[in-house]
């Protein structure tokens, strides 16, 4: 019996793991982020009239070509600010698509509860309840990746921070910008695109885009030239109105 088991003891530690790893993957869902501590009172989604309300010193910038505007509030910084909301913050950083909130950064200052990043993630995973299996992202920096969303946490000027972005609206501003590019891009052949040469057929003879002639070629009569090359190719001559 004990031949066999030796066998199958890698299978069953590879199973074991597997099954691990699956149940540690993040299932949770934006909607379904809890109103934890650290995320000081916002939420995702809320709106720009929300977010002011509940900090009026909030000032927000121009909206851009593709509905995002952003923010940042300084408690450390701005007396006006009831600092009794955010204990140990040194800011704030607010993300919106189309007045909605879809990305939040809080930076915490070195009087934070819980300073080494490895523990601060693991505070964040028990008060947002998603799985502590982070994964490391440029340098110190931890990474979660949920359903719709992902969690960031890292050390910034001596002192934890927490970012939180919808990916989902990630995705719809760059969908945005790819559809501006294209548009751009087509605007930018039809502005090189040469013009049309108009010809008329009876006399033999083609107009330059500029020349006034070519308004009164009847359609029964008109003939269209892609340039002027392809005109002249064609047996067509320059008509002397326009020289």
């Given at each position: ?5 030796r066998?199958?003891?890698?299978a069953?530690l ?5 099954a ?8 949770q869902?934006?909607?379904d982020l809890?109103?934890a ?14 977010i002011?309300?509940?900090v ?5 910038g ?11 509030i300084?408690p450390?910084f701005?007396?006006?600010?009831d600092?009794?909301k ?10 919106l698509?189309?007045d ?9 200052d ?18 947002l309840?998603?799985?502590?299996s ?6 110190r ?9 992902q969690?960031q ?6 002192g ?24 751009n ?5 039809e502005?090189?695109k ?6 008329d ?10 020349c006034d002639?070519?308004k009164a ?5 008109k ?5 002027i090359?392809e ?9 002397k109105?326009?020289?």
């Amino acid at each position: 019996m004990s031949v066999p088991f030796r066998r199958e003891f890698p299978a069953l530690l590879i199973l074991l793991f597997l099954a691990l790893s699956v149940e540690a993957q993040c299932t949770q869902k934006i909607a379904d982020l809890p109103a934890a501590p650290e995320l000081l009172g916002f939420r995702m989604g809320m709106t720009k009239e929300e977010i002011k309300t509940y900090v009026p010193q909030t000032v927000f910038g121009r909206k851009d070509e593709f509905g995002v505007v952003k923010t940042t509030i300084n408690p450390s910084f701005d007396p006006k600010i009831d600092q009794s909301k955010f204990p140990s913050v040194r800011s704030v950083s607010l993300d919106l698509l189309d007045d909605h909130l879809i990305s939040l950064w809080i930076g915490y200052d070195e009087t934070f509860k819980v300073q080494p990043i490895e523990d601060f993630a693991q505070l964040v995973s028990t008060s947002l309840k998603v799985p502590d299996s982070w994964s490391t992202e440029r340098g110190r920096a931890l990474q979660l990746k949920c359903v719709d969303f992902q969690l960031q946490v890292s050390t910034i000027a001596g002192g934890p921070s927490l970012r939180v972005i919808n990916v989902g609206a990630e995705d719809v501003i760059a969908e945005r910008r790819q559809a501006k590019e294209e548009q751009n891009s087509a605007a930018e052949v039809e502005t090189t695109k040469e013009p049309e040469i108009t010809a008329d057929k009876t006399t033999k003879v083609y107009y330059q885009p500029n020349c006034d002639g070519a308004k009164a070629v009847s359609e029964a009569n008109k003939v269209v030239f892609k340039n002027i090359e392809e005109a002249e190719k064609a047996g067509y001559k320059l008509a002397k109105s326009c020289h």
